[in-house]
């Protein structure tokens, strides 16, 4: 099981220990609770260590809190975790450029128990739902995406064809079985279908098809051979090659990102 891990930045040490005292005792286990004592020193850890949460004082020497969280969002860091600022002073300008930086939280010295844990939590929850919006970006094919923002516009032929592709989507489906269904010549329909959705029809339902087993891949467990049959690709092997065209990785190392994830969160 991998531990998930919290990193407490902080120049001074009675402060920097404290905090993760507070916080050993809360996580109980859950965490491991790594401790740096500048921002230089933070961020050699960002470089090697998956982080979920920062908790760093803004005044420090060399590098600032502040500064710390820009360059680990500029040099795109290891892991991009959750960030909470501890400061001495209540000054505006901090508070602005926390916002700027998308810092989840601002706190105050002397920080309280409750306060602090109150904070660890709902950052840990912002990262969490920020690692599931990701997680789903990777299932979304944003030319799909483009179609569907734009169903309404389409006109019923074209949509009458993409609920067929939907609803036969485990089976090998023709440009001129579509065009039967929907009453058009398939030369006339293969260009309207292309003129509304900005592609060949065979490129949306390939697209489409692949979508379909992405989901599968990141939500089942199912073997690899099956999800090629529920997409309506009975050759394996073409299936993997199509995939990989079209992804730059293999169905397998697809699922692999989802295996990652949850030992991470374990």
């Known amino acids: 099981m991998k531990s998930r891990t919290i990193l407490v930045v902080d120049d001074e040490p009675r402060s920097r220990e404290g905090i993760k005292k507070l916080l050993g005792v809360w996580a109980a286990g859950q965490f491991e609770v790594l401790t740096a004592s500048s921002g230089?020193?933070?961020?050699?850890?960002?470089?090697?260590?998956?982080?979920?949460?920062?908790?760093?004082d803004i005044r420090m020497p060399e590098i600032t809190g502040l500064a710390l969280v820009s360059q680990m969002r500029e040099k795109k860091t290891r892991s991009q975790p959750s960030v909470i600022l501890i400061s001495g002073y209540a000054e505006f300008e901090?508070?602005?450029?926390?916002?700027?930086?998308?810092?989840?939280?601002?706190?105050l010295?002397?920080?309280?128990?409750?306060?602090?844990?109150?904070a660890v939590e709902k950052a840990l929850k912002a990262g969490e739902e920020r690692e599931r919006i990701l997680?789903?970006?990777?299932?979304?094919?944003?030319?799909?995406?483009?179609?569907?923002?734009?169903?309404?516009?389409?006109?019923?032929?074209?949509?009458?064809?993409?609920?067929?592709?939907?609803?036969?989507?485990?089976?090998?489906?023709?440009?001129?079985?579509?065009?039967?269904?929907?009453?058009?010549?398939?030369s006339y329909f293969s260009a309207l279908f292309?003129?509304?959705?900005?592609?060949?029809?065979?490129?949306?339902?390939?697209?489409?098809?692949?979508?379909k087993a992405k989901e599968l891949l990141l939500k089942t467990n199912l073997p690899i051979a099956e999800i090629a049959s529920r997409t309506g690709y009975q050759a394996v092997k073409?299936?993997?090659?199509?995939?990989?065209?079209?992804?730059?990785?293999?169905?397998?190392?697809f699922r692999s990102m989802r295996n990652d994830a949850e030992a991470e969160g374990e």
């Open 94 to 107: 901090y508070a602005q450029q926390a916002i700027h930086l998308s810092v989840v939280d601002y706190l």
């Open 135 to 186: 997680f789903m970006r990777r299932m979304a094919d944003p030319k799909l995406m483009a179609i569907r923002n734009e169903e309404a516009a389409l006109s019923d032929p074209v949509r009458q064809a993409i609920h067929f592709v939907e609803t036969h989507i485990g089976e090998a489906v023709s440009l001129q079985e579509v065009a039967g269904h929907v009453h058009l010549n398939g």
């Open 40 to 56: 230089v020193a933070a961020m050699q850890m960002l470089e090697d260590i998956p982080v979920e949460l920062i908790i760093t």
């Open 238 to 253: 073409y299936f993997n090659k199509l995939f990989k065209e079209h992804e730059g990785m293999s169905p397998g190392q």
């Open 109 to 118: 010295k002397p920080v309280s128990r409750e306060k602090l844990i109150e």
């Open 194 to 211: 292309k003129e509304q959705c900005r592609m060949n029809f065979s490129e949306y339902v390939a697209r489409r098809k692949l979508q």
